[in-house]
């Protein structure tokens, strides 16, 4: 996951939001159903909670809106772009919009929720049989009236349970009119209209008037979709005529003649030849639900993600479960903490047979073995083979002593787990190294020895100040690189030469602290310092030229101010406060997880 | 069998997006999204920029690294998506 530059987030956890306008697509109640669902999403997994609010100023102020809809950020028509929201703060800050040239859907196809009739506001069943024909739409048939309808269950004929699809002669939602339907012909502006229409208004919502003047009453409501109303095109909103000419030829349902992609279209008016007004049929459409707990996502501060699985990678796709991904809790966590769920179950002192794990939601440490009541330091010296030749070389160079920092007496019980975060991470002789203020703890994946530790830096590595910002250990000669401030050390085995000053590598003063240094190939090592990282041959200890090279080129989806970089069973680690991102050698971003639970494995 | 009848096609009104080429559709997508501009500053001709904004939209989004304008790339580009950048302020 991705937080947004300076991790924005709201100083409150009680929000509000408030929804500006509706979709004609969709049943009023049904999109405040989604929102609800989509804040809900959040809220399960943090201490945030959701108000909806009716006037006034809310935290995020939701609308639908299609192409510039006043924010600067133009959507697109149908397809493409299907909302987007600002980061958290005040004005249009925390704000989602919904495109509404899209078709607004539960993800699996219009949703025709009915009103009256006998079926208590259900749904369409399509198709439905009535005097044995059945129908994929709402009809008119069998009613003088031409108010649309449906059955609610698959057999009118045989269940006789109906309601009446939405239609601008049974109603309008918004305006000022509480609901009142249409009014046909009616007067605006001196002209006379026979149908829903867009005239007087620049967002392309589809009114009409509620009496049979508007310029008398300046009574209006808009006119909800019917279920054969058209997407994008050039008639959003206006339903398919049925039958219509196009190139002369009669069609009686939706048709992708005339086009290469394959999508059904209709005409809104009986000859596309004459009048060019067409629009894409109903489709599946998209889950207000999903997009709008998208959407929410970036309101309450999250940025798009890199994994696929994610509701926050950029790209829609419907899933019919929904279950918010790790990716998100950690990310929404990292902003706002955990919920008010139950806590993390603590650790029975000794596990037995009979005992099950309760189910948390920490993230399940793998298998540990016990730790011993005394735990033994094992050897941490760092080879000796640099050649006499090299540290000739470097002797002769001069000096600058510095002031090196004596340790405190390091507590051997002081417990790695206990530590929010390290100065350094470094892999030497095949143990994870975790080093904090004077004080480092090891951890071997392969003697599965659990962590061991607090041992001294001072002892191991005489000379070092207590706070090292980096450190990586030369594949070839297996000395051991450490760097702090703009100085830096090279150990073979505890004879050291250094500090020196890391200009002498040729790396400039845009560098700041070292951040950490992945190995790569046999005398090569990457050295990162802020959004940069340079090449450095190990063997000349120079960086190559063509460096610094912008960290974001290549190690693409990884936090760029990351604390601590390294190396670690053949995979990079870029860290950032409680988490680190894994990252393969093709560049690719297989994990995000906590550094406290899945690298130093604390219960 | 009957000769089958030449389909005709044609530009709807409102829909001109559709003529636009596949590296045009690219390069607006790469700038729209946040991919371009940092390689951009960096220049060397605009082929290779091209292919190096490419290369950052398929980490970012877990695309096969090719930095070219693959079939996979272009329907991602192609995709519904959220319109915030992913790269980017």
């Known amino acids: ?603 | 069998p009957l000769p089958e009848r030449p389909r005709a096609l044609v530009t709807f009104p409102g829909e001109l997006a559709s003529a636009v080429s596949d590296v045009e559709l690219a390069e607006s997508y790469l700038q729209r999204f946040g991919y371009t501009s940092a390689a951009e500053r960096r220049s060397g001709g605009r082929r290779a920029a091209l292919g190096r904004a490419l290369r950052r939209m398929q980490r970012r989004l877990g695309l096969p690294d090719t930095g070219r304008l693959d079939a996979g790339t272009l329907a991602t580009m192609r995709a519904p998506r959220c319109g915030v950048p992913d790269v980017g302020r």
């Open chain 1, 1 to 603: 996951f991705l937080t947004f530059e300076g991790d924005l987030k709201w100083d409150h956890t009680d929000l509000t939001y408030r929804v500006l306008n509706y979709s004609p697509d969709l049943d009023r109640a049904v999109i405040d159903d989604a929102f609800m669902r989509a804040f809900k999403v959040w809220s399960d997994v943090t201490p945030l909670t959701f108000t909806q609010i009716y006037s006034g100023e809310a935290d995020i102020m939701i609308m639908f809106g299609s192409g510039e809809h006043g924010d600067g950020y133009p959507f697109d028509g149908k397809d493409g772009l299907l909302a987007h929201a600002f980061p958290p703060g005040a004005g249009v800050q925390g704000d989602a919009h919904f495109d509404d040239d899209e078709l607004w859907t539960l993800g699996t196809g219009i949703e025709v929720k009915t009103r009256y009739g006998n079926a208590g506001g259900a749904s369409c069943h399509f198709p439905f049989v009535f005097e044995g024909r059945s129908y994929s739409r709402c009809i008119t048939e069998g009613r003088t009236d031409g108010l649309p309808w449906c059955a609610t269950t698959a057999s009118y004929d045989t269940d006789k349970r109906y309601g009446f699809c939405p239609s601008e002669l049974l109603y309008t939602y918004g305006g000022n009119s509480d609901g009142s339907p249409c009014v046909f012909p009616f007067v605006f502006d001196g002209t006379s209209y026979d149908a829903c229409t867009t005239d007087g208004r620049s967002d392309g919502y589809r009114w009409c008037s509620t009496t049979a003047s508007f310029d008398r009453d300046k009574k209006y409501g808009f006119c909800p979709n019917r279920d054969t109303a058209v997407v994008g095109g050039n008639s959003q909103g206006d339903p398919c005529v049925f039958p219509f000419t196009f190139l002369g030829q009669s069609y009686s349902a939706c048709t992708s003649a005339g086009r290469q992609d394959g999508k059904l279209w209709c005409a809104t008016t009986a000859s596309y030849d004459d009048d060019k007004k067409w629009g894409f049929c109903p489709d599946r459409g998209y889950s207000i639900f999903l997009v709008a707990a998208h959407e929410f996502g970036h309101a309450l501060g999250l940025d798009h993600s890199s994994v696929r699985e994610a509701l926050m990678y950029p790209m829609y796709s419907y899933v019919e479960d929904f279950q918010l991904h790790a990716d998100d809790i950690k990310g929404i966590q990292y902003l706002y903490g955990r919920g008010s769920g139950p806590e993390p179950t603590a650790p029975a002192p000794v596990p037995t047979e009979e005992s099950e794990p309760e189910p948390s939601g920490e993230p399940e440490p793998t298998e540990e073995p016990e730790p011993s009541e005394e735990p033994e330091p094992v050897p941490t010296e760092a080879g000796s083979t640099s050649t006499t030749e090299e540290q000739e070389e470097e002797e002769e160079e001069e000096v600058t002593p510095e002031p090196t920092v004596q340790p405190s007496p390091v507590d051997p019980s002081r417990d790695a787990c206990t530590e929010r975060s390290f100065d350094a991470i470094t892999e030497i002789n095949g143990e994870l190294h975790f080093f904090k203020n004077g004080k480092y703890w090891t951890r071997s994946s392969f003697w599965k020895s659990g962590l061991q530790g607090a041992f001294s830096i001072a002892d191991t590595w005489p000379g070092l100040p207590a706070i090292i910002d980096a450190a990586f250990q030369d594949v070839l000669t297996k000395r051991v690189f450490f760097f702090a401030g703009r100085h830096f050390w090279v150990f073979s085995g505890k004879s050291v030469l250094g500090p020196r000053g890391i200009e002498k590598l040729g790396i400039g003063k845009e560098a700041g602290r070292i951040s950490g240094a992945l190995q790569r190939g046999r005398g090569k090592v990457l050295l990162f310092s802020g959004e940069s990282y340079w090449r450095l041959d190990v063997k000349v200890q120079r960086v190559d030229k063509g460096y610094p090279r912008a960290t974001d080129d290549v190690f693409t989806g990884v936090p760029l101010d990351a604390r601590n970089v390294f190396l670690y069973q053949d995979k990079y680690h870029f860290c950032q406060g409680s988490f680190y991102w894994r990252m393969t050698p093709h560049y690719q971003v297989d994990r995000v997880g906590y550094v406290k639970y899945d690298i130093l494995q604390c219960p």
